[in-house]
């Protein structure tokens, strides 16, 4: 589904026990210097991360200050963000002029430690060719570095390289538990583009060798995935970056179904094996 840009007020775009991806939560908050946005998410995990801006947040009593290094736009430095455990009680307070801050979440029911990600824990993967036209940099946040500290939730920031190609392919699932083939993950994704008035569509084809629908994407469109096939694609002469959800029903790693169709394009794919590894 696609849920094209608007003004959220800071309610969440898909709150919890959303009808589509029940196992996702997303929000974005738009902050000036001084405000502040509190809030709490009972049965979900969640991640902050300012997408422009920089922020102090305080869980449960615990400050992580200084949060986000980011000026203009995603492109304009690397992600940082913290970890909230389930059902806590955040404020997160805008000490930049302005901030754009992300709120991700998945569906958990134990409660954890807080700890924030910066610098060297955010886990870089770069796969693809121009060749190829498959050619992205992941920016791992909640990625396999922090498995064994996180519940279900696993959040990235991906990035086209270079300008147009596709993302997500080779066409892959993951909407369905059934080990060690698949596990199911709701995914929910935020777009931006480079300039901002770019744009993009988003397939989803949900059987194999079956007509599908397409979705035009622009700067700031949410898509919710709940079943099939997912790859995107961003036009020529234009980059595109998209935020990442993706909260598992019974276990975090994630394990991709790839389309029959398409997958021995894998072996086409410089590095794709060490980004499919990745996503735990």
């Known amino acids: 589904m696609h849920i094209p840009p ?5 309610k969440p775009i898909v709150d919890a026990g959303d009808a589509l991806v029940p196992l996702n939560y997303f929000n974005i908050v738009k902050l000036r210097k001084g405000e502040a946005f509190e809030y709490q998410v009972p049965g979900f995990e969640t991640c902050i991360v300012p997408a422009t801006g920089t922020v102090d947040v305080e869980i449960e009593g615990v400050h992580f200050n200084g949060l986000g290094n980011r000026g203009e736009d995603v492109w304009d430095g690397e992600p940082e963000g913290v970890y909230v455990p389930v059902g ?9 002029d302005a901030t754009e801050t992300f709120i991700a979440g998945a569906k958990f029911d134990k409660v954890l430690e807080p700890f924030d990600v910066r610098g060297d824990g955010i886990d870089l993967v770069q796969y693809g ?17 922090h498995h064994d500290k996180v519940g279900r939730l696993l959040v990235s920031e991906l990035f086209t ?3 147009g190609g596709w993302s997500g392919f080779p ?16 995914e929910t994704y935020n777009f931006r583009f480079k300039p901002n008035y770019g744009s993009g569509v988003q397939m989803l084809q ?7 629908d ?17 790859p995107c694609a961003v036009l ?9 959800i993706l909260g598992g029903l019974s276990q975090r790693s994630l394990v991709q179904y790839f389309q029959p169709t398409h997958a021995s394009q894998i072996e086409t794919i410089p590095g794709i094996k060490d980004m499919i590894a990745k996503f735990k």
């Open 214 to 230: 397409a979705y035009h994407i622009m700067d700031g469109s949410t898509i919710c995935l709940d079943k099939g096939y997912h």
């Open 6 to 10: 608007f003004d959220n007020q800071n």
């Open 161 to 163: 390289v270079g300008q």
């Open 129 to 145: 060719s121009d060749d190829t036209k498959t050619h992205r940099k992941i920016k791992h946040i909640l990625g396999a570095r």
């Open 236 to 244: 020529p002469g234009y980059e595109m970056y998209y935020f990442t």
């Open 171 to 186: 066409s892959h699932k993951h909407d369905t538990d059934r080990l060690p083939d698949e596990t199911r993950h709701d």
């Open 206 to 212: 949900r059987e194999d060798n079956k007509p599908g």
């Open 88 to 96: 806590s009680k955040v404020t997160i307070v805008c000490t930049s």
